[in-house]
């Protein structure tokens, strides 16, 4: 069996709480309760979505999870009960009131918690092309897959329940909202099928990321790579929720990093339906989710007082501390940071700044911070340099005597020409060489004087060297705004454009996916492709340009509009070509030997590469126009 991947969307509840289903008709989409239901615990108080360290007592917890719970218990006991079964599974579900995020959660209660889990094995066929490899979880009557597309023959995660599931309809109607947000920055949702009698939701398998579980298992992150983290997760969950979507199930399983060094999040909306967890405040509970991440990327602990995720909770009642009085050394913006999103119990930020209660709020707080510069980097010390045995004269000689002995000397041999006769070759060797050489003195010498008594040559002095000062270096110049090139009047990510030109790398202008066709799905009102305008604010000479696309495979060329052009929109008046239409890798940076005087630069785009199957998607990550 594969080895199983730390990107896989594991959805298994480790947080210690007993599993609870829903009925179809409480759950919305998103994760919001249509009906008031009793509150539960915040997503992000702790329960455990996949973390490596605790899958081994996932048998254990779905057995307990098939047990119906006492139709009357004292709410007093039932708490015991999940505080004693949180620190068997090392959950972060914390066990004390005061000490735990907002009940922000409502878990819909089905007749009957003994839901059976379909019998499937590796090997098993979905739709005859989903083929089964490995069990990453089996809980509460639903199980999660590795799998494989042998269609398309690639890796795929796949959740399977029976169609007969109380929350099967609910998890068909998130998976199918989830897919049509169409943002890089989530794990896609890539099919969600009702046959026969299973419902399964197929979604994208990134084998190349990394759980954030795994890097905070190694120590907290440096102050760059936080501010990284709470930026993009901000700005992702404040995209979802303009569109209608939640997570409510955001922990560190749930966030995986790149290669490249982006943050993806994966569940978004499914997570939450296959467990029938709705809140009120889907907002809220998303933005206290960010906050906790933020705290123990800061800290690595856990900002309640229960471990969870292979990390510490924080001392028993101490309550809520900033990150900067648990660890030292702590970044103090990003510290004031995670507390203004952590609003638990009252807890603000130090200096009263007021609570961030919704994602898009969290965003603009980052927005408004100082900028975080990266590490510089490191080199390695070069070792000492030693002298070899071949250096000092020893090469393929013994040490020395063995045992003290008295050493052999091996007679070397006389060097080529040290004989008497090799002596005399030299100096005729040198002789003749003498004489060469004033053969050829002379020669020279007479050519020379002949030339000079030819009334018809005349000697040319060299032209001076100008005293010209070398050309200073180009440097990037000041872009006053960036605007997406719309054909028709339609744009595609028309707010995305000033990500381009923002400065920061984890920021892009993202294109939707397009079928078939590179050329945007050769759409009708798409065939003149798209791509960004940059306005200088004045006119200036542009001599080069520094372009990193969304990933390597577009075919680009870069226009500029005349100098007295006003506010260009169409293609036709940017009248001057700077490069050639050409397919491009993930950088274009070129220098032009004669300066163009501009004001508006449009890189255009006119096909996206592909991103997998029939689908194509691009996009631009920043832009800078040189000049001196």
Known sequence: MAERSTAAVDVADNGGDEPLTAQADEATADG???????????????????????????????????????????????????????????????DDETTRPPKAEKKAKAADSTIATPELHSGHKLARRYRLEECITRLDGFSSWRAVDEKLRRAVGVHVLPADHPRARSVLAAARSAALLGDARFVMVLDAVEDNDLVYVVHEWLPDATELTALLAMGPLEPHEAYKLVDQLSQALAAAHREGLSHLKLTPGAVLRTSTGQYRIRGLAVNAALRGIATERPQRTDTEAIGALLYAALTQRWPYETNAYGLSGLPKGAGLLPPDQVRAGVHRGLSELAMRALVNDGATASRQEPPCTTPEELAKAVGEMPRIRPPEPTFATPPEYRRTTYQQGTYGRPAGPPNGGISSTVPIPPAPLESRAGKVLKWIVAALLITALGLGSWQIAEELLERDDDPGSSTQTPPEKNDEKPKAPAEPLTIKDADEFTVNGDGIKEQQAPNTVDGDPGTSWVTPEYHNYPNFGNLPDRKQGSGIIVDLGSVQEVSGLDIDMYRAGHEVQVFAAGENASDPTSLSEFGKSLTPRQTVGANVKTTFDKPTRTRYVLVHVSKLPLEFGNKYRGGITEIKVLGR
Do not use: I, L, Y
């Open 32 to 94: 919001a309760s249509q009906t008031p239901a009793p509150e539960a615990k915040s997503s992000s108080g702790g329960e455990d979505n996949g973390s490596k360290g605790e899958r081994g007592d996932e048998p254990e917890r779905a057995e307990r999870s098939e047990e119906p719970a006492p139709a009357e218990e004292p709410a007093r006991a039932e708490q015991t009960e999940e505080s004693e079964q949180t620190e068997r599974a090392g959950s972060a579900a914390p």
